[in-house]
């Protein structure tokens, strides 16, 4: 009886070790989706936006899987604890735009599901299964201008994804004092509309999410190869259109 038990245990182990971390990450998150779905939003002013493109569409460089996992049970997750963070309070009257500029003041609660809720609506809109290639324009010119070129650019981006510690974002943002583009990461759901110490502040006209769970059911812990295949599905027009916005206000 012992031996038998000794060599089930064995195999067990075995077996255990055989499974990779992609596969039992793989493995959470569709329980996480499971939940998800199966948990009604929270009631309030805020609403989960539809993805512009099918959770395919962005392939081979960002698998179905992780846009699904990602919008419908990450992102549902953001909206539906802010709206219960806001429930009867003054800030359940506020807009998404002014929680963020008023982050310092506000409860971990909404600060980070706030933070959470806008930077997806954010990153979906910043994605494009015909994008990729180089801006054009004002934009392009303004790039030149202020990184040296658009290599230039696009390392020192990549730098501050793969560079930033943990959870966060990179970002590439209009400063309004100087009118010039500056690039910048911030750790968690955090972005640089939030008036927090530490944050370099100005309007985000691109975003990467750089936490695990926009990556690592494909990439696993590769982030660099991540941050690589975003620069094939980033919609430049729509970065391009917040540029012109932020110029004129």
Known sequence: MLKRDFLKNGLLAMVGALVSPAVLAAAHEEKLLREARAMPMADGPFTLPALPYAFNALEPHI????????????????????????????????????????????????????????????????????????????????????????EKFQDEFTKAATGRFGSGWAWLIHDKKSGKLAIT????????????????????????????????LKYQNKRPDYVKAFWNVINWAEVTRRFDEAKKG
């Not at 640089?192 to 750089?210: E, N, W, Y």
């Open 63 to 150: 698998d179905a899987k992780t846009m699904e996992i990602h919008h419908d049970a990450h992102h549902k997750t953001y909206v539906s604890k802010l709206n219960e963070a806001v429930a009867g309070k003054p800030e359940e009257k506020l807009s998404l735009a002014q929680l963020l500029a008023s982050a310092n003041k506000q409860p971990d609660a909404i600060r980070n599901n706030a933070g959470g809720h806008w930077n997806h609506s954010f990153f979906w809109l910043l994605l494009d299964p015909k994008g990729g290639g180089q801006p054009t324009g004002a934009l392009a010119a303004a790039i030149n201008k202020d990184f040296g070129s658009y």
């Open 185 to 216: 990461s911030t750790p968690n759901q955090d972005n640089p509309l939030m008036d927090l110490p530490g944050i370099q502040r100005g309007t985000p006209l691109l975003g990467l999410d750089v936490w695990e769970h926009a990556y690592y």
